[in-house]
């Protein structure tokens, strides 16, 4: 069975919705500067496949594993790989993001407070 010329065009616009996996692709792309084809063989699936799985809509936090292994089965992926990615974009898509000049203030602070946490548990045994 040949795809259709219009998946392709669909599968890329369904980036610009948060409700798809076409965007939660698009940003762990972005994240971890991947490129289709390496998210396709992360998942174990062929491009095309990756432009079908594009279409779906997230699992519902409600339903997650149901909705997981629904996708997972239809296309033949890792559940396990495709829950990964999903939710990594769901926490790096809540981090501030970083600034241009190199700089992150609010990151330093979190560090810091991380260092004198670790030092007070030190000192205090």
């Not at 980036?15 to 994240?31: H, I, S």
């Not at 279409?55 to 089965?73: S, T, Y």
Request: hydrophobic content about 35%.
């Amino acid at each position: 069975m040949t795809n259709p010329k219009w998946l392709g065009v669909v599968a890329r616009h369904s980036g610009q919705y948060t409700w798809t996996l076409g965007y939660v692709f698009g940003q762990y792309r972005k994240y971890e500067g991947k490129s289709a084809e390496e998210l396709a063989e992360d998942l174990g699936c062929s491009l095309e496949t990756l432009d079908w799985l594009s279409l779906c809509r997230r699992p519902d936090e409600e339903k997650f594993a149901e909705g997981l292994d629904i996708i997972a089965n239809r296309f033949a992926v890792d559940a396990h790989r495709l829950a990964d990615v999903i939710r990594t974009v769901e926490v790096l898509d809540v981090l501030p993001p970083e600034r241009e000049d190199g700089e992150d203030d609010e990151a330093e602070g979190f560090l810091l407070a991380a260092r004198d946490h670790s030092t007070d548990d030190e000192t205090s045994s």
